[in-house]
């Protein structure tokens, strides 16, 4: 089955996928800092990476599936939501650090959940 996909959704899994990285890469360093707020937050980047993850999963495999179950379709849509929910979430959890690198995953963060926030039934369709 060919994957054809939108322009935007697209994006979207591409910058679901770059959330997911930079995620993992700041929980590596958080471990490494062995305090309860760096550890607290470790769950919380681990959380977030894993949803970024499942929703770009889940947008690949709704693409096949688009023009056959619009169930399938509405189920990526509120899995965008939940990513968007938990990114925003997040990102607040990382401002609050005051840190640089935490503000640029904040960013990202943020940035994610814009593009989850625009997948619509429409926004998946193929061009």
């Known amino acids: 089955m060919t994957r054809q996909m939108s322009a935007e959704m697209q994006q979207c899994i591409e910058t679901c996928n770059k959330c997911h990285d ?3 890469q700041m929980l590596s360093r958080c471990m490494e800092i062995h305090s309860e707020p760096a550890m607290q937050m470790s769950m919380m980047m681990m959380s977030c990476a894993d949803m970024c993850r499942m929703c770009a999963d889940m947008m690949m495999r709704c693409s096949s ?3 056959v179950s619009s169930d399938m379709v509405q189920m990526c849509v509120r899995m965008c939501g939940m990513c968007a ?3 925003e979430m997040s990102a607040e959890a990382c401002r609050r650090m005051e840190s640089r690198e935490m503000s640029e995953l ?3 963060m943020t940035r994610c959940a814009g593009m989850c926030r625009q997948m619509t039934p429409q926004a ?3 061009a």
């Open 22 to 24: 930079m995620c993992e």
């Open 65 to 67: 599936m688009a023009k």
């Open 85 to 87: 929910d938990m990114c």
């Open 106 to 108: 904040a960013d990202m």
């Open 124 to 126: 998946m369709q193929p």
